[in-house]
């Protein structure tokens, strides 16, 4: 899988990719620049960032060429269902041909919007995925078992499983349908237990860590801005678990 080449631990653990961060996102306007200082500072060299509506692919390929260590993914999230017109999907496959590591962040979601539309977009979006030979970013929301179900129906074996929370037996059979689990804030916090465990017996090369800020704090952070300086955080609490 050439598009993660990059993203995966290395003998040096130092060099740090947050394989899922929101950097677009208005909540950054005010101090994007000194963010991405504080994470560079850290030892975070690379950042993937997603879309997650049309309105925003535009703004987000404008500080994708202003930002040289910033890969690229755009697609269609779940939380704004109601936003996402048939049009989108069109769109979507134009913007990726002008170049994108990934389509996503796309999935399901069973706590917001309309379900059925949800599953209709998200079909959409894996047969884009299949056509253009790209990886998806998933998000997901107890829902893992029925993405698992129709990415393999729309033959997409490339991909991110953003911010992993299942069991060890739903983690390996993502990992045998050839994808990756992003590892994120909620394994610092010991309530997690499922899922600590999960991420503390999988294989280590089929890991990538993220932070999916400015959402999901780590524990102590709980109601601040994310950050991807945290990702060592992220990192360390990986060693721990595993006891690298």
């Not at 060099?15 to 950054?28: K, V």
């Not at 209709?120 to 056509?131: C, N, R, S, V």
């Not at 993405?147 to 060890?168: I, N």
Request: aromatic share 8%; proline share 4%.
């Amino acid at each position: 899988m050439v598009w993660c080449a990059d993203f995966l631990p290395g003998p040096d653990l130092a060099r740090i990719t947050d394989a899922h961060c929101h950097l677009d996102f208005p909540d950054f306007d005010d101090d994007r620049d000194a963010v991405l200082a504080r994470a560079r500072d850290a030892g975070v060299q690379r950042f993937l960032v997603p879309g997650v509506q049309k309105s925003q692919w535009s703004r987000l390929e404008t500080l994708g060429q202003k930002y040289a260590d910033w890969s690229l993914a755009y697609g269609l999230h779940p939380y704004f269902i109601e936003a996402h017109q048939e049009a989108d999907l069109k769109a979507l496959s134009q913007q990726l041909e002008k170049g994108a590591i990934a389509l996503g962040e796309i999935g399901l979601d069973a706590t917001v919007g309309d379900q059925e539309k949800q599953v209709h977009f998200f079909k959409e979006q894996l047969a884009i995925a299949a056509a253009l030979e790209l990886p998806v970013i998933l998000h997901h929301r107890r829902t893992l078992d029925t993405l698992l179900s129709l990415v393999r129906q729309a033959g997409v074996t490339q991909g991110m499983v953003h911010a992993f929370s299942g069991s060890y037996e739903q983690a390996m059979a993502w990992i045998d349908a050839g994808f990756y689990l992003g590892v994120g804030g909620v394994i610092t916090y010991e309530r997690a237990q499922k899922t600590r465990a999960a991420l503390a017996r999988v294989p280590l090369q089929r890991l990538l860590l993220e932070t999916d800020s400015p959402d999901m704090p780590l524990q102590g952070y709980q109601g601040q801005r994310n950050e991807p300086a945290r990702v060592i955080r992220v990192r360390d609490t990986l060693r721990e678990l595993r006891q690298l």
